[in-house]
């Protein structure tokens, strides 16, 4: 790992107290600052290159940063790149001289502000440049009160407001906003407004030639930079020929068998073997099994309500008979949990939308509890209340993964291989494909057929008339 020079960490350390950075985050700023530059120097690319935010951003993906570090990385090289006025030193030989380019510094006619992105992400500086429309940085911006607002912050904002519109999932928000800063660095920051379908053509490229991503990846970005352009550009894609487009190659489920899956909750510890047997038993996607809450269980017809699954869709699922018991006992633990929280004075559960603005007292009641709630309360740092969170995804992932580990399988397994597994027995037991795929919540049958692959076929390809079977035969 490469060494700051001095001169370097003091003209850094100032921009950021220009750029309203809070002093205790500043330490963190200048730690990105040094990954990117011995990243730069590693790969021997140029500090001063915009679009070498994109290698260093997928970079931190693969290390498992998380999508707040990121940004935070981002952040910290787009001000070292846009602001900074620097010939380093001769004496340092830690980052090669011939790699930077200098660049303007902070004048009168420059100041930071601070700005909230869409989405829970911390707060970005943004440069605000004094001038007029003669200005060569003034291009497709408006000028209020001689103040130039960044014209790609407005358009994330818009990104933002017209995903939760229409009341897409945080994911969705997530992924979108992700693949729209990229296209912004990969333009080295080209307006919005000036932003043609050929720059959308060469990203698309880069991406499957260069990066050499999955097909899932470049048709998530083609989708998100879709939106990006009909609904906060208001402009058509029109004709992408000559596009490169990774092929996307037929997906076969992983599958446990039945001893398979007993030897994976067998080492598993509570809660997490109720988890996967709830998987399993009902199919559940994992997001929906930390989802459900009190109401959502019906001993009486023994059915489970998924509410707002993938695709904003509801079903209903068989409770198992072996599974009866147990989940009487969790709910038993839930509200002894529940009785202890109403005694601390908590401000109870989490609701979805604006369910609590309609019913005020609906987070204390019973019913709306999780199922399987999180171990410690959640501080809302807006009011400052303690609420209940439904417990993690990532816990219970980790927590199969190692079960996984200890059972010795030969296959690859997640959480995700139980609910393949519920689809593949139920298929080989000569379930109805029909039935099957309702029970998914697939809204295609050709969702559901992917797991006609992953069962050994008795079909008679034999080619018979009907008037020659046997009674056996029928």
Same mark, same amino acid.
């Given at each position: ?20 950075? =809070?002093?205790?985050? /500043? ?68 980052? =090669? ?14 100041? =930071? ?28 911006? &408006? ?25 897409? %999932? ?47 990846? &470049? ?19 029109? %004709? ?173 397994? %997640? ?18 494909? /029909? ?7 697939? %809204? ?31």
């Amino acid at each position: 790992m490469i060494r700051l020079p001095e001169a370097l960490k003091a003209k850094f350390q100032l921009l950021l107290e220009k750029s309203a950075i =809070p002093p205790r985050e /500043r330490p963190y700023y200048l730690k990105w600052l040094r990954y990117y530059l011995d990243f730069c120097q590693k790969n021997a690319l140029s500090y001063a290159d915009s679009r070498n935010i994109i290698a260093f951003a997928e970079k931190l993906q693969e290390k498992k940063q998380t999508a707040a570090q990121i940004h935070q990385a981002e952040q910290a090289v787009t001000i070292y790149q846009t602001g900074i006025s620097m010939v380093l030193p001769c004496e340092s030989s830690a980052v =090669p001289v011939r790699a930077v380019r200098p660049y303007p510094d902070f004048s009168e006619n420059t100041r =930071p502000v601070e700005w909230k992105p869409p989405g829970n992400v911390a707060p970005a500086p943004v440069f605000f440049r004094r001038g007029g429309d003669d200005h060569p940085d003034s291009a497709g911006c &408006q000028n209020q009160a001689n103040e130039i607002p960044c014209p790609w912050d407005q358009a994330l904002l818009a990104l933002s407001n017209e995903i939760r519109v229409r009341q897409y %999932s945080p994911k969705t928000l997530k992924a979108y906003t992700l693949w729209a800063e990229k296209l912004r660095y990969f333009t080295r920051h080209k307006p919005p407004e000036r932003l043609h379908v050929d720059d959308v053509k060469r990203f698309l490229t880069y991406l499957a030639v260069e990066r050499k991503v999955a097909a899932s990846s &470049q048709n998530q970005a083609f989708n998100a930079l879709l939106f990006f352009f009909r609904h906060v550009l208001h402009r058509e894609f029109g %004709s992408l020929e000559g596009v490169v487009r990774v092929k996307r190659k037929p997906y076969v489920p992983v599958v446990l068998s039945r001893e398979e899956v007993w030897r994976v909750l067998g080492n598993l510890r509570y809660p997490f073997d109720l988890i996967v047997k709830i998987l399993y038993g009902c199919g559940l996607r994992l997001s929906e099994c930390m989802k459900l809450r009190v109401q959502d269980l019906n001993f009486d017809a023994m059915i489970l309500t998924i509410h707002d699954g993938k695709g904003k869709k509801d079903r209903t699922v068989p409770i198992p008979q072996k599974l009866k018991k147990e989940l009487e006992d969790q709910l038993d633990r839930v509200v002894e949990k529940h009785e202890k929280d109403l005694a601390a004075g908590y401000a109870g559960v989490f609701l979805p939308s604006a369910m609590e603005r309609k019913y005020p007292g609906a987070a204390k009641e019973l019913v709306w509890q999780w199922v399987f709630p999180s171990r410690e309360l959640t501080l809302v740092p807006d009011t400052g209340e303690q609420r209940r969170y439904h417990l993690h995804e990532t816990h219970v992932q980790k927590a199969i993964k190692m079960g996984v580990r200890k059972s010795r399988l030969l296959k690859r397994a %997640s959480a995700h291989t139980f609910r393949h597994s519920f689809a593949s027995h139920l298929l080989a037991a000569n379930v109805d494909l /029909r039935t099957i795929q309702e029970l998914l919540g697939h %809204s295609d049958i050709r969702t559901t057929m992917i797991y006609t692959h992953t069962v050994i076929s008795t079909t008679i390809k034999e080619k018979r008339s009907p008037l020659d079977f046997d009674d056996m035969d029928c």
